[in-house]
């Protein structure tokens, strides 16, 4: 191999000049501060540990970009807080090559200088990014050997489009003789023999592209040659990290321990008693726990996986303690794997788990606290009622509240000292104060998608602006401060998510909550809203301002004054009542009539209100109900017709001469014409129709399983799915039914006709479907609800009423059977014309729909609108996927720090269901006898209910969405909108019982169910 230079000096001095470029320049007084540990306490100096780095080698011809990606790679992975230096080809040869010339011999010796100088670096714990052309294999073939963290970037670009760059006159001066030695022409150039990826960086490529691909390809699948396995400064078991931090951390004390492997036990087990019998608090309570050689990495914790004993006393408890626990080992037993013992706290105040860093990646704190049972599990076990998470901005931690504040002071200092700012830390507080660290670890979050936290500031600071200038008061709405929520109305977590692609909030947009909600809404009777969008983006976080939802419920004709004190009302029940922010109309506005109003608003006058405001509300809701079921003329039978149109239209958009533009275009306004407005209305309908349900409830004429059964005997879109399944030919089922799919508004999601294996089981005899139940009224109860009709002057009759309420379910969810089909085949549609422009289905969800009406109205290159659009698609959404929001905001100091909500579900029938857990990700086979957890109660996911599952839990939905008539119509106990926080913690037990009798989920962690249990929760009944 070729020699360096003797005189490294200049070696040196390079690697001063490439450190000073790196962002943390604390890394040296971390080093100080962990090596005078290392000191004081020699049994934790890493034997043989190097800091090793990876090396980005970006090779190509001059002209290709290497430089240009090579940079913005830099950008990107110093945003994200690593340790990296960049180092460009030119700027090489003057600082360490400025000895040698261009011949092919020189141009190896310099080649190798630059693998050298990489090399050592990466040994520092820097990431290097090298732009050169060093096209010589036994250099390539030399650092693949020498260099453990090596990516190799081939960016190829083809000579006759070289020459037509020719941004440095190279070729032209070899072409007229006034260059010499040039790579590619009179130098032999050797393309790279087995690259980590190549880049044609020609056409269609650019450089975010280019460097998302790195990241994917090259970053985030690190293989064999990962950069290292844990950040510095945690060891190899979580005991050991424990013990290592001891003597460091300041703002929290670390319990002793007596720690001992797998194989020490076994050689000698009294020994080890002896030892945690020797200590001071060896014969109080203990807690035994697990710290095997697989937990805590930094690529996955396995949280939970191995057992803790907690309270254990006495030498024979200890002895069966420490048994259970590598018992629990299993198939993952291993020799050098430990359990340790520490004393048991007592008199916990507070205890939970903190991350710095939310699971997306953003620069959060975020903590999940129990504050009530005195525990230390009840977070990591999930099986803890009350439990509170809090988000707060890194940035502005001034915001967190005093009594979390010392845990946000330890996870600053574990982050200074571990140099890692991704750490997941379980803490408990004592009733003295005192706070105490029981376990750090890694945590494996999502890639930020090159998004600098700085960015993350920006867009909070944007935000919390935004929520400031929409709750002025204005002069066309009522109500004196706003409100914003995902729940409420039309809501759009339910519907498109919370990050949804900007392909689906721009259709969702505009085909609802720009325009089309409002006129329907004036239609019906109510305030006119036409000037105002229901959603607001909050950098792509989908929001309904509430207090314009709130106008928009108010009854036209009522007066000014009494409606901006009702609509002040209804803002100041749901900020006291967050929690109902899924079922406001059902629990805090007044939007139709129904036969329990009289008693509904009676608590209107514990709030000021007059008898008098209270008839004129009446009155207004009684004539607007009046005028939507009323007979022929009823505004709902209008909008029913409507629908019939959209059916017979849509045939003749498809079949006509157009180009895919203006067909997607067409389909969309005739949707939103003859689709999305009349479903506005049969939603309207559907809703009024549901209240009145339930007050003939509430007033005792029906009882609670009559209107189960009642719901159960409607003939919905849902209930002709899962008969049409069992009795249809494959190929005519699809026909009717293969437009729907569960996401909606989503490209990405498959349409029931373009995976049917997926959604459903056609191998085998599909059961039949049990004939819906037959509802029928008593003459009594006849007779009771015509008179009650006549007492409260509603113009119908009780056939009539019985009639209403069936179609207005039943209509609302035709409706969206059938406008949905033009949106379905409207994303089919932009997903053809992606690939004809050579663009994928995963890029055209980052479209806007701008996009598509800028191509019809306007000339110019189709791909190039496209992609454009896409670009600014990706950026926005990458900085969208860092962001955490509460539900509701009420304030612009919400936006950056904040407690979630508590969550209260709708638990759907009276049923009760034990069972394991499955969710979407598992094989549909898998489904059958367990309970499935759903994001959303979006009718796409009817076909889970071919699959013989247990019950199900949906993330989004209210009370009255699609999911929920389905599971009263199939009577599969179900729990609607648990809300985030809540999913997330029940859906990573093994087990859990749905009651929905008492409105209660139990998790059951372990698969030994106790017989206490079981009796808590029953099997389907």
Partial sequence: MLEVRNDVSFLLNICYKCANRISNIS?????????????????????????????????????????????????????????????????????????????????????????????????????????????????????????????????????????????????????NGAARNIVGLDVPAEAPEAPDIVLDNYGALDVATAVQRILEQCVEKQGAHAFRETPTGIRKTKAETLEA????????????????????????????????????????????????????????????????????????????????????????????????????????????????????????????????????????????????????????????????????????????????????????????????????????????????????????????????????????????????????????????????????????CELITDAIWAYQRDNYGYKNLRSFPLLVSFNGLPYI????????????????????????????????????????????????????????????????????????????????????????????????????????????????????VSRIYWLLEDCKRYGTLPFAGLARAGFVAVQLLQSLVTVGVLTGDERATFMASLDTIGAQVGRDFAQLPKQDFLARYGHLRPGTYDILSPRYDEAPDLYFDWSGARQPVSPSPRFALSVEQLRRIEQLLREHRLEIDVLSLIEFIKAGIEGREYSKFVFTRSLSDVLSLIRQLGEEHGISAEDCAFLSYDAIRTLYKESGSVREVLMQSIRQGKERHALTRNLVLPPVIASPEEVVAFHLPPSQPNFITRKSVTAPVASLGDPPETFAGRILFVPSADPGFDWIFSRNIAGFVTQFGGANSHMAIRAGELGIPAVIGAGESLFQRWRTARTICLDCMNQKVLTIERPEVTESQLNACPTVA
């Fill in 245 to 508: 931090l001891a003597p460091l951390v300041q703002y929290a004390r670390v319990l002793p321990q007596v720690r001992c492997s797998v194989a020490e036990w076994r050689a000698d087990p009294s020994r080890i008693l002896s030892d945690i019998n020797a200590e001071t608090w060896g014969c109080g309570r203990l807690i035994v726990r697990s710290s095997a050689m697989s937990e805590d990495g930094a690529a996955k914790s396995l949280a939970g996986k191995y057992d803790s004993v907690l309270g254990v006393m006495g030498v024979t408890a200890v002895a069966n303690a420490i048994d259970q626990v590598i018992d629990s080992f299993g198939n993952d037993l291993d020799d050098e794997n430990q359990v340790f013992i520490q004393p048991m706290l007592e008199q916990v105040v507070m205890a939970g788990v903190a991350f710095s860093r939310s699971l997306g990646g953003g620069p959060y704190f975020v903590i999940n606290y129990d504050d009530c049972s005195g525990l230390t599990d009840r977070v990591t076990g999930g099986l803890g009622e009350n439990l509170k998470t809090f988000y707060c901005l890194k940035s502005r931690s001034d915001a967190c509240p005093s009594s979390l504040a010392p845990v946000v002071a330890l996870l600053k200092e574990l982050e200074t000292l571990l140099h890692y700012d991704a750490i997941d830390v379980e803490f408990a507080i004592t009733g003295e104060g005192q706070l105490y660290l029981l376990q750090v670890r890694p945590l494996t979050v999502g890639s930020r998608g090159g998004v600098a936290d700085e960015q993350v500031d920006t867009a909070v600071a944007d935000i919390e602006q935004k929520v400031e200038l929409l709750s002025r008061p204005h002069p066309y709405l009522h109500g004196n401060r706003a409100i914003f929520g995902v729940m409420p109305d039309w809501n759009p977590a339910e519907m498109i998510g919370l990050r949804p692609f900007p392909l689906s909030l721009s259709l969702y």
């Fill in 545 to 660: 301002d509430v207090r314009v939802d709130f106008n928009s419920f108010v009854p036209g004709d009522l007066s000014d004054d009494l409606s901006s004190r009702l609509v002040n009302y209804y803002i100041d029940r749901l900020l006291a009542e967050p929690h109902l922010h899924d079922k406001v109309e059902f629990e805090i506005i007044f939007s139709c009539y129904t036969l329990d109003l009289p008693q509904r608003v009676a608590r209107l006058g514990e709030y000021g209100f007059s008898p008098h405001d209270l008839d004129e509300l009446t009155s207004a809701l009684r004539n607007l109900t009046n005028r939507i079921m009323h007979g022929d003329t009823a505004l709902w039978r209008r909008d029913r017709a409507k629908i019939d149109v959209l059916e017979r239209r849509l045939p003749g958009i498809l079949s006509a001469r157009m180009d895919k």
């Fill in 27 to 175: 890394f040296h007084n971390r080093c100080v501060m962990l090596a005078t540990a290392y000191e004081a306490n020699p049994r934790l100096k890493p034997v043989g540990e190097a800091f090793t780095g990876r090396v980005f080698w970006v090779t190509g011809l001059s002209g290709a970009g290497k430089t240009t990606i090579g940079r913005e790679l830099w950008k990107r992975l110093r945003a994200e807080g690593h340790h990296v230096a960049f180092l460009d080809g030119d700027e090489l040869r003057g600082a360490i090559a400025d000895d040698l010339g261009h011949s092919a011999e020189h141009r190896r010796q310099s080649a190798m200088r630059n693998a050298r100088l990489c090399r050592l670096l990466a040994e520092q714990g820097i990431d290097v990014i090298c732009a050169t052309i060093s096209m010589f294999h036994d250099v390539q073939r030399w650092n693949r050997q020498n260099i453990p963290g090596y990516r190799e970037i081939y960016v190829r670009v083809p000579i006759e489009e070289l020459r037509r760059r020719d941004g440095k006159g190279l070729y032209a001066g070899a072409e």
